[in-house]
Structures are given as structure tokens and as C-alpha cells.
């Protein structure tokens, strides 16, 4: 069954921590993306790759950071850096070179409280 | 830079009326742009686009230029169409997606 895996689901940390939020997917889509999602400010992109080893920042990327060693993986680092960091996570992924035309398959998000 | 408008942040109609909501963008390009929606406890997924001009559970959306504007609407609305529905555009194929703020539609009974 292809598709992308998020986990956590629930993820909780403590001020001061960095945690790392996981997202695989086994569609051989070349690019990936991490998006935040509040209410009443829609998704907004923080970082992005459209190749192994290679990754862009998107419009909110302060406070974290991103890997892509492998094409499956694209795991999302929130630092102590982040000062507001409790949202709802989402990450997508599709193929580059047919376009986002056909469009982004998205996970079932992680939802990050800070306590 | 790109961005995308939603200016109905709530939008309530009754079973069986129009629907219509509103996405405008601004982009000096051309533009893709698409729907996306998301159900109560599941994932965001794609709904229409542009390029394919079709129709997906009677919505469509026609893209206006002139206006820069790229509206969703369906003739007679359900309940089970009750969702978050988001507007999005890329500059070009395969690269980032700007959403807009979202409109949460509910359809009541």
C-alpha cells in the first residue's frame, strides 16, 4: 500500500528540546516537503527537496532544519530555536518531473505541543 | 512573489443551494492552480485542477486571468461536502505549492 508515513501522531516537548518529526514515503516521488498548518494561516512551506542530498528553505524555515540522505526520508528537526513551535505538521511529496500538476500526496500530519 | 487569498474564512450554505468559494492569486506568470480539501479526520487531498478542467464531485473552477482569480463553486451543495477546502498555485510544474488560508464550508441539513 504506497503512501506517506508520519509519526508521531501526538508529539510533546519540553521548552528547550529539539525533537524530530518523521516522514517516509515509498511512492518514488523525487521531492518532498514539509508544510505548518494554524488556523487562519492555511499551510506555509518551511522547507523543501527535490533531490537526495539537496533541500531549499520555504518561507518560515527559522528554528528548523531538514535532511534528505536517502529519496524515502525527509525527517523535520523543530529546535529550541523555534519560538512557537505547537501546530499541526504536514508533509507531501511528488514527482518533480511531472509537475505538481498532478498534484501532492499528503501524510496524516504530527501534531507538536510545546508543555 | 506568489501569493493566494481565500477571503472567507467560514462559509455556511443549506443542502441543495450554490456554493461558491472565492480564491484570488497573485502571480505575474502563468500560473497552475488547484483545489485541495480536507474532511473531517482525514488527509488533505487533491480535489481539481486547472490544466485538467474537470469536474470532481460537481465542483468546477475555471481559471479568470483577467481577475486573477480561480473560484470553486458546485450548483447544489451536500452534506457530505462539509470540509476545509484550500487554493493553491505553483509557478511552475514541479515546484512548490503556495496554499491560501483556507475556507471551512459547512452545509447544513
Known amino acids: 500500500d504506497g503512501g506517506i508515513t508520519q509519526s508521531p501522531k501526538y508529539l510533546f516537548r519540553k521548552e528547550g528540546q529539539n525533537v524530530t518529526l518523521s516522514c517516509e514515503q515509498n511512492?518514488?516521488?523525487?521531492?518532498m516537503y514539509w508544510y505548518r498548518q494554524d488556523p487562519g494561516q492555511g499551510l506555509r512551506l518551511i522547507y523543501y527537496s527535490q533531490i537526495v542530498n539537496d533541500f531549499q528553505k520555504g518561507d518560515i524555515a527559522e528554528g528548523y532544519s531538514v535532511s534528505r540522505e536517502k529519496k524515502e526520508s525527509f525527517p523535520l528537526t523543530v529546535t529550541s530555536a523555534q519560538k512557537n513551535p505547537t501546530a499541526f505538521y504536514l508533509c507531501?511529496?511528488?514527482?518533480?518531473?511531472?509537475?505538481?500538476?498532478?498534484?501532492?500526496?499528503f501524510g496524516s500530519g504530527t501534531r507538536l505541543t510545546v508543555v | 512573489a506568489q501569493r493566494v487569498t481565500q477571503p472567507e474564512k467560514l462559509l455556511s450554505v443549506f443542502k441543495g443551494a450554490p456554493v461558491e468559494l472565492k480564491c484570488n492569486y497573485s502571480?505575474?506568470?502563468?500560473?497552475?492552480l488547484f483545489w485541495y480539501v480536507q474532511y473531517s479526520r482525514q488527509r488533505l487531498q487533491l480535489l481539481l485542477r486547472?490544466?485538467s478542467r474537470e469536474s470532481i464531485k460537481g465542483f468546477t473552477a475555471d481559471l479568470n486571468k483577467g481577475e486573477t482569480s480561480f473560484h470553486l463553486k458546485k450548483p447544489f451543495a451536500q452534506e457530505e461536502d462539509s470540509a476545509m477546502y484550500y487554493c493553491?498555485?505553483?509557478?511552475?510544474?514541479?515546484?512548490?505549492?503556495?496554499f491560501g488560508e483556507g475556507t471551512q464550508l459547512t452545509v447544513n441539513p
Open positions: 507531501a511529496s511528488t514527482h518533480r518531473g511531472q509537475g505538481a500538476g498532478y498534484g501532492y500526496t
Open positions: 511512492l518514488n516521488h523525487d521531492a
Open positions: 486547472h490544466i
Open positions: 493553491a498555485l505553483s509557478e511552475t510544474s514541479g515546484s512548490r505549492l503556495t
Open positions: 502571480y505575474s506568470g502563468s500560473p497552475e
